[in-house]
T-cell receptor, first 113, second 116 residues
Framework: ELKVEQNPLFLSMQEGKNYTIYCNYS?????LYWYRQDPGKSLESLFV?????AVKQEGRLMASLDTKARLSTLHITAAVHDLSATYFC?????????????FGTGTLLAVQP | EAGVTQFPSHSVIEKGQTVTLRCDPI?????LYWYRRVMGKEIKFLLH????????ESGMPNNRFLAERTGGTYSTLKVQPAELEDSGVYFC??????????????FGQGTRLTVV
């Protein structure tokens, strides 16, 4: 059974600090997604990573993918309060591209001033 | 352009009652997906429509859940009768028909269902 493990589950960090969220998955997958969810809001797509070694950056967030290790990371640089949210990684259930996703449990990020 | 919208945003019902959740996908999106997140657990795939047809309903937990997509537009997810373990957040997502690069799905804000 395909599993996606995300850690940590909860992350409290101070503004200005750096941290990394890890996402391990148990089988091959063509693509890996990172989503952000604010309370009561929809899941917002942050990144879609398609190939080994892929790195994407948007503002203070940078995501990378190592398909050999089946590991993706979401790195937060110089955190600000606005980044507080729950972050999910996900892979396609069928290993291809179907949008039938297996999600990690999510990481609740709280950035303290 | 309107995003994926879900109604209601919250629903509290008693065990044994029936609840119907609605999802309006982005206009023109052939693909519609239902997911749910039970408290403290991961978001899980329930089913996938292509237009009005169920393409994959392997994630539906049991026969108390019935999803429909009349005319290939909006979709409903009915839970009858509801049980306590059905509590959670139900997400809907939609994506257009692939033309070249496979398109990502866009998610709604979810319906929080509480069964008491």
């Amino acid at each position: 059974e395909l599993k996606v493990e995300q850690n940590p589950l909860f992350l409290s960090m101070q503004e200005g600090k750096n941290y990394t969220i890890y996402c391990n998955y148990s089988t091959t997958s063509d693509r890996l997604y990172w989503y952000r969810q604010d309370p009561g809001k929809s899941l917002e797509s942050l990144f879609v990573l398609l190939s080994n070694g892929a790195v994407k950056q948007e503002g203070r967030l940078m995501a990378s993918l190592d398909t050999k290790a089946r590991l993706s990371t979401l790195h937060i640089t110089a955190a600000v309060h606005d980044l507080s949210a729950t972050y999910f990684c996900a892979v396609d259930r069928d290993g291809g591209a179907t949008n039938k996703l297996i999600f990690g449990t999510g990481t609740l990020l709280a950035v303290q001033p | 352009e309107a995003g994926v919208t879900q109604f209601p945003s919250h629903s509290v019902i008693e065990k044994g009652q029936t609840v119907t959740l609605r999802c309006d996908p982005i206009s023109g999106h052939d693909n519609l997906y239902w997911y749910r997140r039970v408290m403290g657990k991961e978001i899980k795939f329930l089913l996938h429509f292509v237009k009005e047809s169920k393409q994959d309903e392997s994630g539906m937990p049991n026969n108390r859940f019935l999803a429909e997509r009349t005319g290939g537009t909006y979709s409903t997810l009915k839970v009858q009768p509801a049980e306590l373990e059905d509590s959670g957040v139900y997400f809907c997502a939609s994506s257009p028909k692939p033309t070249g690069f496979f398109p990502k799905a866009f998610f709604g804000q979810g319906t929080r269902l509480t069964v008491v």
